[in-house]
């Protein structure tokens, strides 16, 4: 099965961008439906996008599109999330998951933070 860490996360101030990277070990991404959540405080987590193993791009949440942009790398084994034109309520937890078939998401890393002010 495949492990998941995200790295990237920081404090920026509206308007900035940041690029999250999730590393996987244990098997290729490929293999896999990956996609990226977001939980705020005191929110339900919610996927933001999903890359299929066809390399098929989703946008799960209105509010990223035209900001947010999802990728994978086969060769490095990673999935990335580069978010630009950040707004203070895309402030949340994010999360890298994998799943053999949608919408079982049953992988998941540990989350990397995302903060941004005003």
């Known amino acids: 099965q495949v492990q998941l860490v995200e790295s990237g996360g920081d404090s920026v101030q509206a308007g900035g961008s940041l690029r999250l990277s999730c590393a996987a070990s244990g098997a290729p991404v490929r293999n896999y439906y990956m996609a990226w959540f977001r939980q705020a405080p005191g929110q339900e987590r919610k996927r933001v996008l999903t890359?299929?193993?066809?390399?098929?791009?989703?946008y799960n949440a209105e509010s990223v599109k035209g900001r947010f942009t999802i990728s994978r790398d086969d060769a490095k084994n990673t999935m990335n999330l580069q978010m630009n034109s950040l707004k203070p309520e895309d402030t949340a937890m994010y999360y890298c998951?994998?799943?053999?078939?949608?919408?079982?998401?049953?992988?998941w890393g540990q989350g990397t933070q995302v903060t941004v002010s005003s």
């Open positions: 890359i299929y193993r066809s390399g098929l791009i989703t």
């Open positions: 998951a994998a799943a053999i078939g949608l919408p079982d998401f049953r992988y």
